[in-house]
Nanobody, 115 residues
Framework: QVQLVESGGGLVQAGGSLRLSCAAS????????MAWYRQAPGKQRELVAL???????TYADSVKGRFTISKDNAKNTVYLQMNSLKPEDTAVYYC?????????WGEGTQVTVSS
């Protein structure tokens, strides 16, 4: 069983930076994809960034050039470096791991960007 624990959220002013971390416990295969999603109040959950087992990355258009996803396979940890934050980035950010037919989610961490 895989468990995901996010950290690093908080309150930041517009233009600031935050780094989210997601530590995974349990077996994570090298081919697993790891991702960050977010959900703002009244909106659907959306993909923010994804990194595949072969280290290919995908970003939502709204965060390209500002956010960077990375992972440390030895630590089973995925990171999301968020720069030039905007008020519209305010949301609960969720870590996700997909491997084989399984789909795992963390409980989320709140990011609030004040204007």
């Amino acid at each position: 069983q895989v468990q995901l624990v996010e950290s690093g959220g908080g309150l930041v002013q517009a233009g600031g930076s935050l780094r989210l971390s997601c530590a995974a416990s349990g077996k994570i295969f090298s081919f697993a994809s790891m991702a960050w999603y977010r959900q703002a109040p009244g909106k659907q959950r959306e993909l923010v960034a994804l990194v595949t087992g072969s280290n290919r990355t995908t970003y939502a258009d709204s965060v390209k050039g500002r956010f960077t996803i990375s992972k440390d396979n030895a630590k089973n940890t995925v990171y999301l470096q968020m720069n030039s934050l905007k008020p519209e980035d305010t949301a609960v950010y969720y870590c996700n791991v997909k491997q084989m037919s399984a789909d795992y989610w963390g409980e989320g961490t709140q990011v609030t960007v004040s204007s």
